[in-house]
Structures are given as C-alpha cells and as structure tokens.
C-alpha cells in the first residue's frame, strides 16, 4: 500500500465515524471567510444545546455536579457542534461518539446511584490534541507511517482525567511532527481559523484552537514546545497557558524529538475562559500527578500562590510591557492590544513599564541550535516508515518541495551540550535581571509578570506563520505563560504605519506584509509571563488583566 | 611552563598557604593506616579547640548564635584541625585563612554590635568542594589547565552561604574530571582514607570526606553525579545527602560535561551529623534559592514533609531492602550493614520487606552512555591547555598508562536521544514499579524508602573502587538520597562467605578481592533511598533508621 492509500483509507474511516445525521446539508461557500457564527445559526442545534455550548465551564460543572444536564446531555451537545466545527475548519482526527457517550452515561449513572460526582471534572468533555494516548484510539501525530496504530495504553493524563471525571470525546488536528507553528498534514489536511478561513489557525495545537473557538469544546489539552498551546489561543481568541515542564504528566504520549530533554514540551489547557484552565490545573495538580508520572515536580496546588501572596496580594502590582523584541516589530494591531493592555491596567491602580528585551535573539537561537541537533533524523526516521515525505512548508504547495533541511546531518552530543550550556547561562542571567528590576518597580518586588506579544502579527495566511521567537523564547526559559485574548483586527483602528528603520530582513517582511485587510477579523491577544512553575500566580495575575481589559473594554465600545 | 612546571608552582603556592604554627613536626609514619583519632591526641589543639571540633552542629551554632563560642575561635579550632587532617589525608585544595578568619570578624561584629545572628548559620565554618567558586580563588577542580583562574563571581551557593552567616573556609581535593569515585589528580595527588590510608576516601568529593571523617569541618558540600557525595560519606563514615536535582543552587561552579542536560550533577551536604544535613537544607530552601539558581524549583521547605505526614506519620513505616542489585553481589560488611539495619527497624515497630531490583543494569547503562556521549571530548578540550593527560586509572600508577578512552569520538545528539528516551522509559516503569508495592505493604501505602548498599563493598584500595552502579542507578532516577554510617568491616563478623553463582565477571571480581584483612576498619553504611524532590521526607526517615539504628548498637556492643 502507497503512503497516499493509507491515507485515503484513514480518511474514510474518519468519515465512517462522524454519525450521519450531525453533517451538514449545507455548508458556507469557501469565500465564506467568517464562520464563527455559523454553528449558533446552522439549526443544528436544539436550544438546549446551545446553551449548553455557550456556557461558561464554571456553570457547565456546577449543572452537572447538580444533574441539572447529564453528561450524556452536555457530551453530545458538543459532540455535535465539535462535528459542525470540523466541518467548517478541519479541526478533528479521532472521532469517537459511541467510547464517550459510554463513558458520560457512566458519569450520569454513578451521579444518580450515588448521588456524588466522580471528581471535579465530573460529566466535562474534553478535547484532545491528537498526540494524547487514548487506549484503542490511533494517535498518528500527522504521521502516515502511525496510520494502524492504536494505542495500547491510555497516557498518563487521559487516566488522569477519567479519574476526575471527565469524558475525552475528540481528537484534534496538528501539523506534521508537531514543530510547525500551523496544521496541516499529509492524513487529514489543514485546520483554517474560524474567524478568517484564508488565515492559519495556528499550531501545533491547531486542531484545538479552531475547536474552542467554535465553542466546539469546553475545555482542550494542547502542548506546547515553542508555542505550540500559545500560538493557536492567540490566533483563535481563546485562553490557553504553557504551564512550566513537570506540572502536568506528559507520560504516555507520542511526541516529536523523544529524548530531547532540554528544552521540553509541556501539556497544557486551552479554553475559553481563565476558569476554564484553572479548574484543569487545580484538578490535575491536586491529584498528586507525581505519583504517576516520573517527570512531574511533586508541588501541591496552592491557593496561596493564586491568591498572590508573593505578589503584594495582587494589590498593587508591577507589569513590565514588551513592546518589542529588538528582531522583529509587531504589527499595528499587536501594539494596540498591548496599550489597551496597559491602560486597562493603569485605569485598574496597578503600574506599568517598559519591559527591555534580553539577548532574546540568543535565547531563540539556542532552541533552534538544540532541536536541529537531531531533529532531521527525528522525522526522517519515522516518515520513512511509510515513504511519506517529511513536510517542508506549511504553505499551500504543502509538500511539493520537500528540499533539504538546514539541520541535515545533526551534530554531535558534545556540540549539542555546548548549546545546551549556553542556553543554562542565559536562563541565569535573565534571572538575574530580571530580579534587578526589583530597584526600579517602586513595589519592593520585582517587576511581578511581563506582557508580551505572542507573535509579532495576528494570525497570518496559511504558511506565512514563521516568526516564532515571541512564544519560543519563553519556552527555552520555561516561564509559565498565558494567554488572553484581548481584540480583533480592525482596519480602522490598525491602520499600516509608515517604515521603521528595521532590525533586520525578517523585520522588513513582517511589515510589508501587514495589510489590515489581509488579516481582517483576526483575533489579538497578549501572553501574560511570570516565573517558572509559578502557574497559580500566573492565572491569579491573568484573572486581573481580564478583568481589568474587559472593564475597559464595557466602557469603549469602539475596541471591542 | 610546562604542566609540570605549573602543578610544582600550584603546590609550593598551597604550601605557603598554611601557616607555619598549624604544621605537624612529627606525623604518623607511611604505615600508620588509621590515623583517626590522631587529630584528638596531636597536642596542636587546645582543650577548648577539642571541644569545639568534636560538638555536634545543633550545638555549635547554638554556642555561636549566644556568643559563647566566637565564630573566630570556632573557624580557627575548625582550621587548625583541618590543616591536621589536610598532613594526614591531603585532603584540601584551597587555604585562605586570612579570608575566612576576616569573614569570622564580621560575624562577631554584627552579633556584638546588633545583638543579632547573621543568618541560620551563624559564624559556622563551611567546606566546599574544590569545584565551588570563590571569587578571587582558583577551582581547578584537578586540571592543571585551570591553574591561575581565579574566580570572578561567588557561585550561588557562597554568595548565599554569605547571607546565612556561614564562614566558608577550605576547598576540598576531588579527582581530574570528578567523573571517578575516587579523589586523584595531577595537582594535589591522592586523598587517603583516614581510617585506613590504603584504602581510597572515595570521590569525587573524597577530600570533604576524609576531612569531615577528621571533624576538620562541622559541614560540607559536595556535589554528586552518580555517587560523589554518597561514596566518600560511605568510605569514611559521614552523613551525606544528595537531594534530587533543582533544590540546591549550583550556578555559578566548574564542572565536567557542562550542558548535559539529562542526568545532572547536585551540589549536596556532608556532615558527622544528619542534623547537619538538615539544617543545611533548611536554612538553604528557606532563603527562596530559586530567586538566585535559574534551575532551582520553587518549593518551599516543608516541616509537615519533614514529620513524615504522607509517610503514617513516621509511626509505622515499610522499608524495602535491597539486598543485591542481581549484577553484583555486595560483600559481607554490606549484608550485615543491611542485616543490622533490618533488625534496628524491627526492633522499633517499623515494617520490613525485600525489594527485588528492577532493571538496574538497564538504569546503570544509560548513564554510563549519556555521559559517554561527549565525555571523552569534554575532558580533552580541558586538558589539552595545559597539555596534562587525561587521567586513565586512580590506581596506584596514576596516569603513567593514558590509554584509549572507550568513549572516543562520542555519538550523535540524536543518537544521544536515543538514550535520553530510555532513560525516561526506566525512570516511568521504576515508579510505577514502586507505586505498586502499595498492594503488598500493609500500610495503605507503596514503600516508603529503599534502604540500599551505597557499594558492593566497603572502602577499596586505591584505585579498585570500579563499581559504581548501588549509588549511579537512583541518579537515573533522580530519588533523593541519604547515607546513614553503620558499622566497621569486622574481621570476626566479616569473614568471607564461600563462593556464590556469580552474575558475571564483575562480580566474581568483587567476591574474589573480598578479604576482612584488606578493608580493615573501614566504615560501612547505608543508603535511604526516597522519591524524586522529597529531601524533607528522606532526612526524617533517615533519622527514624538513625534512631534505631544507635538504640541497637547501645544494646549490642559487639556491633561497634
């Protein structure tokens, strides 16, 4: 069998399991850029269960904590808009309705008999990006050569779920190997942003950025290794946080670069909104995840720390705002929502500065430098499996120039560690400046989280996402990060300025390629940094900038 | 300058370190072998000096923080009998006792002055490793390469030593590379065992252990890769402990093989006493170290870990014993270090079990192939500066025999994946292995610590300590770790047992070198083995085992 039939046939088979009557007689033409809107007014949906899917996850758990919805009731809600949803988009790999409903007829039974929930996630779907082990279910990462096959085990974390409750109920779409900042590959093809379909939905958690967007999911699990959750949240207008390496269990999933062990990817939740990854983070930490996986840090949930205690209590605190990484200028409408950012801050009593940039440049370097010590032979190994070629552009010729990777070859360990111990000393001296600012904040504390662009540009057409310092270099730090969505693209508002004198070649072409037009009705959003492992802190800091955003946004109208 | 040249420089500059009055005239001749008690009954020190080096450390600091004792009186007795112990064992790198002494002077100043401690640890004088900068001191951590580079910066670790009032006060010999488990190297020679001089300290932190064995020192640090901290605490009778990685700063030292990122080296504390230990890890978590250390994890200090909250509290705990790690077969000293240990915790209601090996040949490789990934490189970049070769054996004749590293030319870093991969396969199935025992205890919970062999063997003579897989495999799995001394290598309970199957060559090596007569009066111990980051915990088991341990001995005197 040609790599191409496996395909066709696995591309049937997810076409077998989408139940009949949740497809879509009609769907919006390809001209029809905008379909955010479309799965409220499709008429798919009862009322039920579009107040189901327009719920907050705060409400959705307290009605099923309660029996108000079963989860057989709230399951299939999403399930049918998680299918609406990929049929506008593309967003799902694994679909398997009849595996969740079991299990959400089990949370009901248990809830009825007992008359107690299974756990805090208690009756929640939940999405998951497709490298997540589901027992049974293929996880073929983009990968032809994985076509066939199924996981034998569940990971880690999907145990960790039915534990607590929830009800895994799709798979989602991500690019090849993971290491591309958009979704497309060779199986299931590419996810579009629902706001946009002409623009990336971003990736490589892609398939899940697209999904929430769309209210086709409460709550997702993406990960992340240079902005893998951070980069789709952004692009899509949904929350999402990198939380630190060894927070969550990773164990059990298929990955790229296995055994890379310096700069690591992490799992992390994605939403739509900040109580949607709180109650993830909470539920998973409380759980003692470090009796389960090897790499996870034993660190209690602490209430403390989110209600930052280390912080001043949250009273007054200090936000330093990049502007700007010195490589590349972000575009009008990332400038926008960093000032809409910092006056919604100011108007809530809090203070902001000037965050400079630290050999950010070297700090993306090293990450290149580390994953392209392996990463050529990483792909080559698997794709050569089923003679798949190992994609070389997430543009619309997809693979037909394959080419040469710049990181043929590799290098060896020892060179490897040589960049690994440049990357120890620049996480040092960050430190230490970092700490430094604790003379100029006038709080007696250091500068208490960075705001920062995500990327230098909402999201991009397909293929033209490639400037992916603004996450990565936070990864290479491994400081928990979150990010808020804070506006849409708007023409009037984000008008092309005149040149600057620029950085550099990429710096030209990221300006010249801006048009308000081009990204019209793209989402903005910030990224909220703070500490490494400092999760709680960080979504207790990100609940004030939501909050202090939304404020300001109730008041003017015309940002919204 | 030829290296030659550079080392004869090196030492006459150490000679004219140590001050003239603190030199023995008459020392204990070549075959003299245990020499410990020699610093006791020398005639250098004054009773009050006997006094102060034989106190415990709860008690010294105690005395220093109420003015009883100076820290100058205190750092002097220290100083004079670590010069002693440095004639009798070579045991030091680094003399600076006008710097140390002036250190002293502020402390008393400050208390005098302020009626205030400085910090936790007031005026205690503190060794260091040799690999630990001091700025303005060499850390040639044995290559004659590094002769003349004096440090810029403190590492992290003095810095914050600096703040808990500590007086550090000499630097301590270890081998060329530190990747041995003996101290050797061109510079400063051989460091002696000095409860018998043929037989080895051990290493790498061999000098801190002789000198601790010798109370030249009330505390010290070491670092520990795959058994330096634990061999030499072993070897010659000490307290050590070496946490999990990410707890104790480290930036800001030399080392071997910087970069790699997979099975670290941990900066750890060595003392006569576990309280020693712990009031180092203490006063060290409680200063917040993950403000200073990019890699420190930030987790607090925890007493309730400490009283053994999710251990039952300390009252009825399930050691598991590991009797023999099926390569090679431990000695009889070990067995009856084991045996005793056993019978102590029985004897103090606490349960006992066997734990069979899991995989320890398989965790035993993959270290000895991701340090050998880029070793072999590492060290020759270093040495061929000065033009030293690297050395190829701690035995008797250095390195007169360079010989081929089997290391040479390293691998690839994807290749090095490879293992990394493994590695992190062990590490899951070793805690899921673990977690399992929870059926089988009886207490509701898995084991609650290992108590291992910290070497098939009690201190060898130089050159023989080759095995090194009892203390590198929990490396692997990065479980905190602790060293409790036992007993004596007793020729009438010692004797040699008749031959066993033997798993290999290895290990028939091992029973074949076994004589009571070679080890004579060499220390045994144990180790304590506990889950990754649970240092709290591991010293509050530690002194459960401690307890027992001693109550035993005062009821069996043929045990000491």
């Known amino acids: 069998m040609t790599w191409q039939e496996a395909v066709s046939e696995k591309r049937k ?21 905008d379909i955010s809107v479309f799965p409220d007014s499709c008429g798919l949906l009862t009322p039920t269960e579009l107040e189901i899917t327009r719920s907050e996850i705060d409400g959705l758990l307290s009605k099923l904590a309660k029996g108000d919805w079963t989860s057989v009731q709230v399951t299939t809600a999403f399930y049918k808009r998680a299918i609406i949803a990929h049929q506008l988009t593309n967003c799902l790999t694994e679909i398997f309705v009849e595996k969740a409903l079991a299990k959400a007829a089990e949370c009901d039974d248990y809830l009825k008999q007992t008359g107690k929930v299974l756990g805090p996630l208690h009756g929640l779907p939940v999405s998951l990006k497709d490298q997540i082990n589901i027992k049974g279910i293929e996880s073929t990462m ?28 799709v798979k989602t779409n991500v690019p090849q190997t993971l290491m591309w900042g958009e979704t497309f590959n060779n199986i299931f ?3 579009c942003n629902p706001h946009n379909r002409s623009l990336t939905s971003g990736g490589s958690s892609g398939g899940e950025g697209a999904l929430l967007a769309l209210r086709g999911s409460p709550l997702g699990i993406g990960s992340d290794i240079g902005g893998s959750i951070r980069i789709p949240s952004s692009f899509c207008g949904i929350y ?5 390496h060894g927070r969550v269990p990773y164990a059990g999933c298929v990955n790229s670069m296995e055994g890379q062990d310096s700069i690591m990817s992490v799992l992390g939740p994605m939403s739509n909104s900040l109580s ?19 790499l996870v840090i034993p660190k209690a949930w602490s209430e403390e720390d989110y209600r930052l205690v280390n912080h001043g209590g949250g009273k007054l605190l200090c936000f330093g705002i990049l502007w700007d990484d010195r490589c590349v200028v972000p575009n009008p409408p990332i400038i926008r929502a960093l000032e809409m950012t910092k006056k919604a801050l100011l108007a809530a009593g809090h203070k902001v500065v000037d965050w400079e940039p630290f050999k950010h440049d070297a700090l993306s370097r090293t990450s290149y430098e580390i994953w392209g010590a392996g990463c050529d032979e990483d792909y080559r190994v698997v794709a050569q ?9 997430m543009g619309p010729d997809g693979n037909s120039e394959p080419g040469e990777s710049k990181h043929k070859g590799g290098i060896s360990a020892y060179k490897l560690w040589q960049v690994q111990k440049q990357k120890r000393d620049l996480r040092q001296e960050y430190l230490e400046y970092w700490q430094a600012t604790q003379k100029t904040t006038g709080t007696g504390r250091p500068v208490d989280a960075i705001i920062s662009p995500v990327a230098p540009y909402a999201a991009p ?12 270099i936070w990864n290479v730090l491994d400081y928990t990060t979150l990010v808020i969505p804070v506006s849409k693209v708007d023409r009037h508002l984000d008008v092309k300025k005149l040149p600057h004198k620029f950085y550099s070649d990429r710096d030209k072409d990221n300006y010249d390629r801006y048009d308000p037009e081009t990204f019209r009705n793209a989402p903005v959003a910030v990224q909220i940094v703070g500490r490494t492992l400092e999760e709680e802190a960080v979504i207790g800091m990100a609940e004030i900038v939501d909050t202090a955003l939304k404020a300001t946004k109730s008041q003017t109208a015309s940002y919204l």
Chains 1, 2 share one sequence.
């Open 240 to 244: 999402g946080l990198r939380p630190s």
């Open 385 to 393: 499996i089923s003679g798949e070629p190992v994609i070389s552009t």
């Open 142 to 169: 983009g990968y032809v050569s994985w076509i066939g096959t199924f996981a034998e085990r569940n990971a880690v974390l999907v145990d960790m779920l039915d534990s607590l409750g929830a009800v895994p109920f």
């Open 189 to 191: 093809g590419r996810t």
């Open 461 to 472: 057409p397909h293929g033209f996402n490639r400037i992916t310092d603004y996450t990565r």
């Open 13 to 33: 088979r997810q076409l077998a399991s989408i139940p009949q009557e949740w497809t879509l007689a009609s769907l919006p033409s390809k001209d029809h850029l």
């Open 276 to 294: 949607g990854l709180k109650c993830f983070m909470k539920a998973v930490v409380d759980a003692k995840p470090w009796y389960k996986d090897a």
